[in-house]
């Protein structure tokens, strides 16, 4: 109990910061971010250095970039203008659990469920 008592926070700062920066994080350009890029992202954000502070950081990742060679990019040319007359779909099938597989699923779930509350 003591352990749970150290590790409560004294303030709600904290997670006020966090929602702050997801609203930051999260405009309409960036609705769609997966939870992996947002995660990074949202870090960068709430542990990150100040923005006085990363000028240097900026600057070295920007001559390392500018230093590399240029890769050219491939000419546009008539063939990927070209459309497909006919599309053929191999399988185009939902994946989606069947009335069965959820049946399963949950008769499994509430006999864990009631194995774990007999043992209380």
């Known amino acids: 109990l003591a352990e749970v008592c150290l590790t409560l926070p004294v303030s709600n700062a904290w997670p006020e910061r966090g929602a ?21 992202l949202l870090h960068i954000t709430v542990n990150g250095p100040d923005s006085s502070d990363c000028h240097h ?6 001559k390392e970039w ?23 779909v191999d399988n185009a099938s939902v994946q989606v659990e069947s009335q069965s597989d959820l049946e399963r699923i949950h008769s499994a ?12």
């Open 20 to 40: 702050s920066a997801i609203k930051r994080l999260k405009t309409r350009q960036r609705s769609n971010l997966k939870n992996d890029m947002l995660r990074s």
């Open 57 to 62: 950081v900026i600057e070295e990742a920007m």
């Open 66 to 88: 500018l230093s590399k060679p240029r890769r050219k990019i491939a000419k546009y040319t008539d063939k990927q203008k070209e459309v497909a007359k006919h599309v053929t």
């Open 109 to 120: 779930y509430m006999k864990t469920l009631k194995r774990i509350f007999k043992k209380m």
